[in-house]
Protein backbone atom coordinates (compact mmCIF):
# COMPACT_ATOMS: atom_id res chain seq x y z
CA UNK A 1 0.00 0.00 0.00
CA UNK A 2 2.83 2.06 0.84
CA UNK A 3 5.70 2.88 -1.92
CA UNK A 4 8.96 4.18 -0.86
CA UNK A 5 10.21 6.46 -4.35
CA UNK A 6 13.04 7.90 -3.24
CA UNK A 7 14.25 9.82 0.17
CA UNK A 8 17.02 12.18 1.20
CA UNK A 9 18.51 12.31 4.19
CA UNK A 10 15.26 10.97 6.74
CA UNK A 11 12.55 13.00 4.20
CA UNK A 12 10.81 10.61 1.62
CA UNK A 13 9.04 10.76 -1.17
CA UNK A 14 6.14 8.23 -1.37
CA UNK A 15 2.65 7.16 -2.10
CA UNK A 16 0.03 5.51 -0.06
CA UNK A 17 -2.89 3.49 -2.03
CA UNK A 18 -6.37 3.87 -0.39
CA UNK A 19 -9.80 2.53 -1.60
CA UNK A 20 -10.43 5.82 -2.90
CA UNK A 21 -7.18 6.88 -4.85
CA UNK A 22 -3.77 7.12 -4.41
CA UNK A 23 -2.28 10.02 -2.06
CA UNK A 24 1.25 11.39 -2.96
CA UNK A 25 3.48 11.94 0.46
CA UNK A 26 4.44 14.30 2.25
CA UNK A 27 0.74 15.49 2.27
CA UNK A 28 -0.88 17.72 4.11
CA UNK A 29 -4.46 16.38 5.49
CA UNK A 30 -7.08 18.91 4.73
CA UNK A 31 -9.14 19.33 8.13
CA UNK A 32 -13.07 19.00 8.13
CA UNK A 33 -14.00 18.29 11.32
CA UNK A 34 -17.66 17.79 10.65
CA UNK A 35 -17.23 16.97 7.42
CA UNK A 36 -17.03 20.57 5.88
CA UNK A 37 -13.75 23.13 5.99
CA UNK A 38 -14.48 25.98 8.46
CA UNK A 39 -15.02 28.83 6.50
CA UNK A 40 -18.06 27.43 4.31
CA UNK A 41 -15.98 25.67 1.43
CA UNK A 42 -17.23 22.54 0.04
CA UNK A 43 -16.12 19.48 -1.39
CA UNK A 44 -15.79 20.76 -4.94
CA UNK A 45 -13.78 23.66 -3.30
CA UNK A 46 -11.62 21.03 -2.16
CA UNK A 47 -10.58 19.58 -5.38
CA UNK A 48 -9.85 22.70 -6.66
CA UNK A 49 -7.45 24.08 -4.28
CA UNK A 50 -5.52 20.53 -4.76
CA UNK A 51 -6.50 18.84 -1.61
CA UNK A 52 -5.36 15.09 -1.95
CA UNK A 53 -6.80 13.44 1.92
CA UNK A 54 -9.69 15.05 4.07
CA UNK A 55 -9.57 14.79 7.85
CA UNK A 56 -13.19 14.06 9.73
CA UNK A 57 -13.44 13.66 13.29
CA UNK A 58 -14.82 10.63 14.59
CA UNK A 59 -16.20 12.04 17.95
CA UNK A 60 -18.04 15.38 16.51
CA UNK A 61 -19.75 13.32 13.69
CA UNK A 62 -20.73 10.48 15.87
CA UNK A 63 -22.22 13.55 18.40
CA UNK A 64 -23.56 15.27 15.45
CA UNK A 65 -25.58 14.21 12.78
CA UNK A 66 -25.01 10.72 14.32
CA UNK A 67 -22.44 7.93 12.83
CA UNK A 68 -25.49 5.53 12.16
CA UNK A 69 -27.49 8.52 9.96
CA UNK A 70 -24.45 8.99 8.26
CA UNK A 71 -23.69 5.28 7.44
CA UNK A 72 -27.91 5.17 6.46
CA UNK A 73 -26.61 7.53 3.80
CA UNK A 74 -24.16 5.35 2.21
CA UNK A 75 -20.76 6.89 4.52
CA UNK A 76 -18.98 9.68 4.72
CA UNK A 77 -17.63 9.96 1.34
CA UNK A 78 -21.31 10.06 0.23
CA UNK A 79 -22.61 12.37 2.96
CA UNK A 80 -20.04 15.13 1.78
CA UNK A 81 -19.83 13.99 -2.00
CA UNK A 82 -16.22 13.92 -2.12
CA UNK A 83 -14.23 11.36 -3.37
CA UNK A 84 -10.72 11.39 -2.39
CA UNK A 85 -9.29 9.32 0.32
CA UNK A 86 -10.75 10.20 4.17
CA UNK A 87 -8.85 9.62 7.65
CA UNK A 88 -11.19 10.12 10.47
CA UNK A 89 -9.11 10.50 14.24
CA UNK A 90 -10.83 7.94 16.41
CA UNK A 91 -11.82 11.15 18.99
CA UNK A 92 -9.21 10.74 21.38
CA UNK A 93 -7.39 13.59 21.43
CA UNK A 94 -11.27 15.88 21.33
CA UNK A 95 -11.93 13.20 24.91
CA UNK A 96 -8.59 15.02 26.21
CA UNK A 97 -9.82 18.40 25.32
CA UNK A 98 -12.65 17.49 27.34
CA UNK A 99 -10.47 17.12 30.79
CA UNK A 100 -13.07 18.56 33.14
CA UNK A 101 -15.74 16.22 32.09
CA UNK A 102 -14.18 12.25 31.74
CA UNK A 103 -13.41 9.60 33.33
CA UNK A 104 -10.48 7.15 32.29
CA UNK A 105 -10.99 3.27 33.09
CA UNK A 106 -9.10 0.31 31.34
CA UNK A 107 -12.71 -0.26 29.37
CA UNK A 108 -12.75 3.06 27.82
CA UNK A 109 -13.65 6.95 28.40
CA UNK A 110 -17.10 7.98 30.00
CA UNK A 111 -17.83 11.40 29.16
CA UNK A 112 -20.31 14.08 28.60
CA UNK A 113 -20.98 15.15 25.02
CA UNK A 114 -19.97 19.22 24.47
CA UNK A 115 -23.29 19.51 22.80
CA UNK A 116 -26.30 18.60 25.59
CA UNK A 117 -23.97 17.11 27.91
CA UNK A 118 -25.65 13.36 27.81
CA UNK A 119 -23.38 10.73 28.94
CA UNK A 120 -21.29 9.16 25.88
CA UNK A 121 -18.87 5.91 26.58
CA UNK A 122 -16.22 5.32 23.98
CA UNK A 123 -13.87 2.82 23.92
CA UNK A 124 -11.57 1.01 21.67
CA UNK A 125 -14.72 -1.19 19.65
CA UNK A 126 -16.68 1.71 20.12
CA UNK A 127 -14.71 3.90 18.23
CA UNK A 128 -13.94 1.46 15.66
CA UNK A 129 -17.54 0.67 15.03
CA UNK A 130 -18.46 4.47 14.81
CA UNK A 131 -15.18 5.34 12.10
CA UNK A 132 -16.75 1.74 10.14
CA UNK A 133 -20.03 3.54 9.96
CA UNK A 134 -17.89 6.57 8.32
CA UNK A 135 -16.16 4.16 5.97
CA UNK A 136 -13.30 6.28 5.96
CA UNK A 137 -10.23 5.02 4.04
CA UNK A 138 -7.58 5.21 7.06
CA UNK A 139 -9.20 4.75 11.21
CA UNK A 140 -7.05 5.88 14.06
CA UNK A 141 -6.38 4.26 17.04
CA UNK A 142 -8.49 4.89 20.11
CA UNK A 143 -5.73 6.19 22.78
CA UNK A 144 -5.01 8.47 25.03
CA UNK A 145 -3.36 11.87 24.60
CA UNK A 146 -1.69 12.77 27.69
CA UNK A 147 -0.87 16.53 29.21
CA UNK A 148 2.57 17.69 28.77
CA UNK A 149 3.96 17.30 31.26
CA UNK A 150 2.62 14.79 32.84
CA UNK A 151 4.52 12.26 35.75
CA UNK A 152 6.77 9.91 34.19
CA UNK A 153 4.84 6.71 35.82
CA UNK A 154 1.37 8.10 34.71
CA UNK A 155 2.36 8.24 31.21
CA UNK A 156 3.80 4.45 31.06
CA UNK A 157 0.56 3.42 32.88
CA UNK A 158 -1.14 5.13 29.83
CA UNK A 159 1.21 4.01 27.28
CA UNK A 160 0.38 -0.01 28.77
CA UNK A 161 -3.45 0.87 28.54
CA UNK A 162 -3.03 2.65 24.93
CA UNK A 163 -1.01 -0.80 23.75
CA UNK A 164 -4.19 -3.05 24.44
CA UNK A 165 -6.55 -0.67 23.47
CA UNK A 166 -4.59 -0.62 20.33
CA UNK A 167 -4.68 -4.35 19.94
CA UNK A 168 -8.53 -3.98 20.30
CA UNK A 169 -8.80 -1.51 17.77
CA UNK A 170 -7.23 -4.08 15.39
CA UNK A 171 -9.32 -7.15 16.39
CA UNK A 172 -12.29 -5.11 16.12
CA UNK A 173 -11.74 -3.34 13.13
CA UNK A 174 -10.91 -6.77 10.79
CA UNK A 175 -14.59 -8.16 12.66
CA UNK A 176 -16.02 -4.97 11.25
CA UNK A 177 -14.17 -5.36 7.87
CA UNK A 178 -15.14 -8.82 6.85
CA UNK A 179 -18.93 -7.92 7.75
CA UNK A 180 -21.47 -7.67 5.06
CA UNK A 181 -22.59 -5.05 4.03
CA UNK A 182 -19.28 -2.93 5.57
CA UNK A 183 -19.60 0.84 4.45
CA UNK A 184 -15.93 0.37 3.24
CA UNK A 185 -14.37 -2.88 3.68
CA UNK A 186 -10.52 -1.89 3.15
CA UNK A 187 -10.73 0.65 6.07
CA UNK A 188 -7.24 0.73 7.22
CA UNK A 189 -6.27 1.27 10.90
CA UNK A 190 -3.05 3.06 11.95
CA UNK A 191 -1.60 3.29 15.23
CA UNK A 192 -0.64 5.49 17.40
CA UNK A 193 2.56 6.02 19.30
CA UNK A 194 2.04 7.76 22.54
CA UNK A 195 5.00 8.85 25.89
CA UNK A 196 4.58 12.65 26.29
CA UNK A 197 8.28 14.15 26.07
CA UNK A 198 9.99 10.80 27.67
CA UNK A 199 12.34 9.49 24.98
CA UNK A 200 12.52 5.94 26.71
CA UNK A 201 8.79 5.66 26.66
CA UNK A 202 8.33 6.90 23.37
CA UNK A 203 10.73 4.57 21.52
CA UNK A 204 9.27 1.49 23.72
CA UNK A 205 5.88 2.14 22.61
CA UNK A 206 6.74 2.33 19.26
CA UNK A 207 8.83 -0.97 19.21
CA UNK A 208 5.90 -2.11 21.04
CA UNK A 209 2.95 -0.98 18.40
CA UNK A 210 5.17 -2.18 15.53
CA UNK A 211 5.04 -5.76 15.97
CA UNK A 212 1.19 -5.55 14.96
CA UNK A 213 2.48 -4.78 11.71
CA UNK A 214 -0.54 -1.65 10.95
CA UNK A 215 -0.90 -0.08 7.49
CA UNK A 216 0.46 2.89 9.22
CA UNK A 217 1.86 4.89 12.28
CA UNK A 218 1.39 8.15 13.69
CA UNK A 219 3.04 10.18 16.48
CA UNK A 220 0.24 11.55 18.68
CA UNK A 221 0.55 13.80 21.84
CA UNK A 222 2.33 16.59 20.86
CA UNK A 223 1.83 20.03 19.56
CA UNK A 224 0.43 20.12 23.10
CA UNK A 225 2.36 22.51 25.15
CA UNK A 226 5.54 21.69 24.27
CA UNK A 227 8.48 23.45 22.47
CA UNK A 228 8.83 22.88 19.18
CA UNK A 229 12.54 21.56 20.27
CA UNK A 230 11.23 19.30 22.03
CA UNK A 231 8.73 18.10 19.48
CA UNK A 232 11.50 17.61 17.26
CA UNK A 233 13.67 15.69 19.63
CA UNK A 234 10.76 13.54 20.05
CA UNK A 235 10.59 12.73 16.46
CA UNK A 236 14.12 12.03 16.08
CA UNK A 237 13.87 9.49 18.24
CA UNK A 238 10.50 7.79 17.45
CA UNK A 239 11.56 7.88 13.95
CA UNK A 240 14.69 5.44 14.36
CA UNK A 241 11.91 2.73 15.56
CA UNK A 242 9.09 3.49 13.18
CA UNK A 243 8.24 0.53 9.87
CA UNK A 244 10.32 2.58 6.71
CA UNK A 245 8.04 0.48 4.21
CA UNK A 246 4.75 2.17 6.46
CA UNK A 247 3.82 5.94 6.12
CA UNK A 248 4.30 8.08 9.44
CA UNK A 249 1.90 10.78 10.20
CA UNK A 250 2.36 13.56 12.76
CA UNK A 251 -1.04 14.08 14.06
CA UNK A 252 -1.79 18.04 14.57
CA UNK A 253 0.73 19.75 13.45
CA UNK A 254 1.64 22.49 12.34
CA UNK A 255 3.16 25.53 10.98
CA UNK A 256 4.28 25.35 7.19
CA UNK A 257 8.41 25.47 9.05
CA UNK A 258 7.26 22.50 11.38
CA UNK A 259 5.94 20.41 8.58
CA UNK A 260 9.66 21.44 6.63
CA UNK A 261 11.57 20.26 9.39
CA UNK A 262 9.31 17.04 10.58
CA UNK A 263 9.68 16.47 6.77
CA UNK A 264 13.47 16.70 7.03
CA UNK A 265 13.44 14.10 10.30
CA UNK A 266 11.35 11.29 8.06
CA UNK A 267 7.10 12.21 8.33
CA UNK A 268 4.70 11.75 5.66
CA UNK A 269 1.68 12.51 6.66
CA UNK A 270 0.20 16.12 8.24
CA UNK A 271 -2.67 18.23 9.89
CA UNK A 272 -3.80 21.15 11.24
CA UNK A 273 -6.12 23.24 11.68
CA UNK A 274 -4.18 25.79 11.95
CA UNK A 275 -4.47 27.15 7.65
CA UNK A 276 -8.07 27.23 8.30
CA UNK A 277 -8.32 28.86 11.84
CA UNK A 278 -5.43 31.95 11.00
CA UNK A 279 -7.79 32.30 7.33
CA UNK A 280 -10.73 33.03 9.72
CA UNK A 281 -8.76 35.54 11.52
CA UNK A 282 -7.31 37.33 8.58
CA UNK A 283 -3.73 35.98 8.32
CA UNK A 284 -2.68 34.49 5.17
CA UNK A 285 0.34 33.17 4.21
CA UNK A 286 2.25 34.16 1.49
CA UNK A 287 5.63 32.73 -0.30
CA UNK A 288 7.29 35.91 0.69
CA UNK A 289 6.05 35.22 4.80
CA UNK A 290 2.75 36.01 6.84
CA UNK A 291 0.30 39.20 6.39
CA UNK A 292 -2.56 40.59 8.04
CA UNK A 293 -4.96 41.55 5.90
CA UNK A 294 -6.94 43.84 8.08
CA UNK A 295 -3.50 45.93 8.39
CA UNK A 296 -4.61 49.53 7.06
CA UNK A 297 -1.41 49.03 4.68
CA UNK A 298 -3.81 46.93 2.75
CA UNK A 299 -6.80 49.79 2.52
CA UNK A 300 -6.05 50.25 -1.13
CA UNK A 301 -3.81 48.10 -2.22
CA UNK A 302 -4.71 46.56 -5.48
CA UNK A 303 -2.76 43.22 -5.54
CA UNK A 304 -3.09 39.99 -4.65
CA UNK A 305 -3.02 38.31 -1.40
CA UNK A 306 0.18 36.63 -2.85
CA UNK A 307 1.35 37.83 -6.62
CA UNK A 308 2.97 34.21 -7.13
CA UNK A 309 0.22 32.36 -5.90
CA UNK A 310 -2.42 30.85 -8.24
CA UNK A 311 -5.20 30.14 -6.19
CA UNK A 312 -8.54 30.88 -7.43
CA UNK A 313 -8.68 34.06 -5.10
CA UNK A 314 -4.94 35.40 -5.68
CA UNK A 315 -6.66 35.05 -9.78
CA UNK A 316 -9.37 37.39 -8.78
CA UNK A 317 -9.42 39.89 -6.13
CA UNK A 318 -6.85 42.64 -4.47
CA UNK A 319 -6.37 42.98 -0.71
CA UNK A 320 -8.05 46.07 -0.65
CA UNK A 321 -10.99 44.14 -1.58
CA UNK A 322 -10.20 41.25 1.11
CA UNK A 323 -10.07 43.84 3.68
CA UNK A 324 -12.93 45.31 2.90
CA UNK A 325 -14.71 42.01 3.40
CA UNK A 326 -12.89 41.56 6.52
CA UNK A 327 -13.88 45.30 8.20
CA UNK A 328 -17.28 44.81 6.72
CA UNK A 329 -17.14 41.17 8.33
CA UNK A 330 -18.49 39.70 5.02
CA UNK A 331 -18.90 35.94 5.41
CA UNK A 332 -16.92 36.09 2.09
CA UNK A 333 -14.08 37.24 4.02
CA UNK A 334 -13.38 34.02 5.87
CA UNK A 335 -13.97 31.87 2.57
CA UNK A 336 -11.47 33.95 0.40
CA UNK A 337 -8.86 33.34 3.14
CA UNK A 338 -9.06 29.70 4.24
CA UNK A 339 -9.41 29.50 0.18
CA UNK A 340 -6.12 31.05 -0.07
CA UNK A 341 -4.28 29.49 3.05
CA UNK A 342 -5.17 25.77 2.33
CA UNK A 343 -3.79 26.32 -1.48
CA UNK A 344 -0.46 27.34 0.01
CA UNK A 345 -0.52 24.65 2.17
CA UNK A 346 -0.99 22.09 -0.50
CA UNK A 347 0.92 23.86 -3.03
CA UNK A 348 3.79 23.87 -0.10
CA UNK A 349 3.69 19.85 -0.14
CA UNK A 350 3.58 19.97 -3.60
CA UNK A 351 6.91 21.98 -3.72
CA UNK A 352 8.29 19.44 -1.29
CA UNK A 353 7.31 16.35 -3.46
CA UNK A 354 9.17 18.37 -6.39
CA UNK A 355 12.29 19.20 -4.30
CA UNK A 356 12.36 15.69 -2.82
CA UNK A 357 11.98 13.92 -6.22
CA UNK A 358 14.31 16.35 -8.60
CA UNK A 359 15.74 18.82 -6.47
CA UNK A 360 17.81 19.63 -3.37
CA UNK A 361 15.77 19.49 -0.01
CA UNK A 362 18.26 20.58 2.09
CA UNK A 363 19.10 23.89 0.33
CA UNK A 364 15.27 24.52 0.34
CA UNK A 365 14.83 23.65 3.63
CA UNK A 366 17.26 26.73 4.81
CA UNK A 367 15.70 29.17 1.61
CA UNK A 368 12.49 28.40 3.60
CA UNK A 369 13.51 29.09 7.12
CA UNK A 370 15.14 32.45 6.47
CA UNK A 371 11.47 33.66 5.49
CA UNK A 372 9.50 31.83 8.40
CA UNK A 373 11.17 31.26 11.74
CA UNK A 374 10.79 34.80 12.52
CA UNK A 375 7.00 34.19 12.64
CA UNK A 376 6.93 31.19 13.94
Known amino acids: ?83 GPILTDSGGFQIYSLSGLRKISEEGVRFNSHVD ?5 MGPEESMRIQSNLGSDIAMAFDECVEIP ?34 NPGQMLFGINQGATYKDLRCEHMDRIAELDL ?49 YRGIDFFDCVMPARNGRHGRLYTWDGVLNI ?14 SCGCPVCKRYSRAYLRHLFKAEEMLAMRHAVIHNLYFYNKLMEKIRFELEFGDYSQFRLRFYEKFACLE
Open 117 to 121: GRHIF
Open 294 to 307: RNKRYENDPLPIDP
Open 1 to 83: MFKLKCTQGKARLGSFETPHGVVQTPVFMNVGTQAAIKGALSSEDLERIGCQIELSNTYHLHVRPGDGLIRSLGGLHRFMDWN
Open 150 to 183: SAYDYVKKSCDRTYRWLVRCRDELERLNREAGAV
Open 215 to 263: PGYAIGGLAVGETAEEMYDTIECVEEHMPADRPRYLMGVGTPLNIIESV
